[in-house]
T-cell receptor, first 112, second 116 residues
Framework: NAGVTQTPKFQVLKTGQSMTLQCAQDMNHEYMSWYRQDPGMGLRLIHYSVGAGITDQGEVPNGYNVSRSTTEDFPLRLLSAAPSQTSVYFC???????????FGPGTRLTVT | AQSVAQPEDQVKVAEGNPLTVKCTYS??????LFWYVQYPNRGLQFLLK??????LVKGSYGFEAEFNKSQTSFHLKKPSALVSDSALYFCAVRDKTGKPGNQFYFGTGTSLTVIP
């Protein structure tokens, strides 16, 4: 199993550009989430999904969109990048609510 | 509102000494509790979890954690620290009840340094 994979590993964007961060898992997990990690703030939930076709907002959803057309994939879209979105982004998946999450290696995004 | 507090940003301990990383939580119902570790430039790795039952939970790499319902705490412990344990540690909570989409809430992390 590859686990949770994320691409790209690094990305630099200019303000106003859009892009999609890819996330895929091969564990047949229903729950998937996107987090951003900023110094001193821990991990903050952006969006999450409890199954294909079902998504919901987390703590900091503004400026991001998600979709879940398959169990395996959960892409995160930045609509119009802003410097405040400079962060490290992690995708995670879990089998169910009582189970631990598995994290991808992260995407380090810089917006200039 | 659900929340997790890690009161210490940094913990330093000498190699071979016992270590404790503190975590307290606030949830409306009964919690699932988790500890994760993050090494530099890596994703989070699962260490251990409390679901129900015995209050002392054993996990990976010799770590354990004690669930204390009255104090709403879930402190991470290890009897003898290794230099390789130096990393960032996160406590997380998830409510057992509530809407199906309830997700994990993470603390802000504690940086552990084990001094040789």
């Amino acid at each position: 199993n590859a686990g949770v994979t994320q691409t790209p590993k690094f990305q630099v964007l200019k303000t106003g550009q859009s892009m999609t961060l890819q996330c895929a898992q091969d564990m047949n997990h229903e729950y998937m989430s996107w987090y951003r990690q900023d110094p001193g703030m821990g991990l903050r939930l952006i969006h999450y999904s409890v199954g294909a076709g079902i998504t919901d907002q987390g703590e900091v959803p503004n400026g991001y969109n998600v979709s879940r057309s398959t169990t395996e994939d959960f892409p995160l879209r930045l609509l119009s990048a802003a410097p405040s979105q400079t962060s490290v982004y992690f995708c995670a998946s879990s089998r169910d609510r009582g189970f631990e999450q598995y994290f991808g290696p992260g995407t380090r995004l810089t917006v200039t | 509102a659900q929340s997790v507090a890690q009161p210490e940003d940094q913990v330093k301990v000498a190699e071979g000494n016992p270590l404790t990383v503190k975590c307290t939580y606030s949830v409306s119902g009964n919690p699932y509790l988790f500890w994760y570790v993050q090494y530099p430039n890596r994703g989070l790795q699962f260490l251990l979890k409390y679901i129900t039952g015995d209050n002392l939970v054993k996990g990976s790499y010799g770590f354990e954690a004690e669930f204390n319902k009255s104090q709403t705490s879930f402190h991470l412990k290890k009897p003898s620290a290794l230099v390789s344990d130096s990393a960032l540690y996160f406590c997380a909570v998830r409510d057992k009840t509530g809407k199906p989409g309830n997700q994990f809430y993470f603390g802000t992390g504690t940086s552990l340094t084990v001094i040789p």
